[in-house]
């Protein structure tokens, strides 16, 4: 065996995947004592417009629950949006938060549920990756494929001002209960089903080529690569099986970056949502070949078994990554991702700056690459980027 087993993991989360699980609700909570008084998180459309708030509302109200609803989340929450919900939380003094949304919901409400509990504001807890303080429950509801945020000990919001993402993380950032129901991904259109889903592989490829990887979540990280790549163009088209399995895959990648963390990838793709506004998953999706293109060599084993894994063959180990990495072009060729930061409005003379700015603000997760990146490897990863994949 070429890894040596070595584990470091707990989930406190309690999960339910299940079709139709969110009209049973109060069924689950009743076997929780998550108290009478919660905090609903939510975006401003989406469970409005598909009656889900309703819903919702009605499940709460039958085990006696009193609901306030803060349905303020934008997409890339801010500091100021989580500190505005602590404080509806601290004047209602609810009992627990449910968050019913994609991955900016569920971080938003986990953010306020740490600043509601702690009494501090919530800028204090930015940049800190282990904390561990008592929080209110937080149930998690994901009504996208792709953060696995609901499984995950992270929250990651903006500060607008720097333009920066700030992430924060540890224990107390695990939800206590996600219910994960595809049928909240009926309605989901196709280009949130490619930029959630691209994020999914984008946490399943970085957590497998993580320097952090352990047998564990090479095991969680590529079974999510391969039944993404398998599912993710038939979601794109509507087909609500694949989408349920997009849903399971992305939960596999957010179990897996919880032991890994993200990297190179994730630190380059918040520069293009944080300084042009691109969806987290696409911003990613636009740095994962040239990325992955770059790392190759240095690690022609793992990339050779990942290949395997996912069906490929050939003596040659080099033959092997490149068969991996036509793999993932092709797909973001089917979802019609663009092919190169020119189309995302990048400037070539602007690689200088913005890798500037990626190793200031995301040190943390450059530090979790399988190979040390300075800058000039990061500006080579740009320029790639930047003439785009094959
Ligand atoms: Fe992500």
Redesign the pocket.
């Known amino acids: 065996m070429s890894k040596e087993i070595q584990l470091n993991f707990s989930y406190p989360t309690s999960v339910v995947f299940k079709r139709g699980a969110i009209k049973e609700l109060s069924e689950y909570l009743k076997q929780y004592d998550f108290g009478k008084s919660c905090l609903l998180v939510s975006g401003s459309n989406f469970a409005r417009r598909t009656g889900y708030l309703d819903l919702l509302k009605n499940e709460l109200k039958k085990i006696n629950c009193e609901t306030y609803v803060y349905d303020r989340i934008e997409p890339n929450p801010s500091v100021e949006t989580v500190e505005a919900g602590a404080m509806l939380a601290r004047k209602t003094n609810v009992s627990f938060v449910l968050a019913f949304g994609g991955g900016s919901v569920i971080d938003a409400a986990k953010a306020i549920s740490l600043a509601y509990s702690s009494g501090v504001r919530i800028q204090n807890f930015l940049g800190v990756m282990n904390v561990n303080v008592t929080t209110v429950p937080l149930v998690a509801l994901p009504t996208t494929a792709g ?1 696995g945020s609901e499984v995950s000990k992270y929250s990651v919001l903006t500060d607008l001002k720097q333009k920066r993402k700030l992430a924060i993380g540890g224990p107390a950032l695990f939800p206590k209960l996600s219910i994960l129901d595809p049928d909240t991904l009926y309605t989901l259109p196709p280009n949130l089903v490619a930029s959630t889903g691209l ?1 999914a592989l ?2 399943a490829l970085e957590s497998f080529f993580s320097k952090n990887s352990t047998v564990f979540s090479d095991m969680l990280s590529k079974e999510s690569i391969r039944i993404i790549l398998n599912n993710l163009p038939r979601a794109f088209s509507g087909d609500l099986e694949a989408k349920a399995w997009m849903m399971y895959a992305s939960m596999l990648a957010g179990l897996s970056i919880n032991i890994t963390s ?1 990297n190179v990838v ?1 630190a380059l793709g918040y520069y293009l949502t944080t300084h042009y506004g691109i969806p ?1 998953g696409l911003a ?1 999706a636009t740095f994962l070949v040239s990325s992955l293109e770059y790392e190759a060599p240095f690690m022609t084993d793992r990339f050779a078994e990942l290949s395997e894994a996912l069906g490929h063959s050939s003596p040659d180990n080099v033959v092997k990554s490149r068969l991996l990495l036509k793999d993932i072009s092709l797909l973001l060729d089917a979802l019609r991702i663009p092919r190169n930061l020119r189309e995302i409005g990048v400037k070539e003379d602007e690689i200088n700056t913005m890798v500037e700015d990626v190793t200031q603000n995301y040190s943390r997760n450059l530090s979790n690459s399988p190979i040390e990146l300075n800058k000039e490897k990061l500006i080579e990863i740009c320029k790639n980027a930047y003439v785009g994949r094959f």
Request: no cysteine; glycine share 0%.
């Open positions: 953060t994020d984008s946490h993200t994730h987290h990613n």
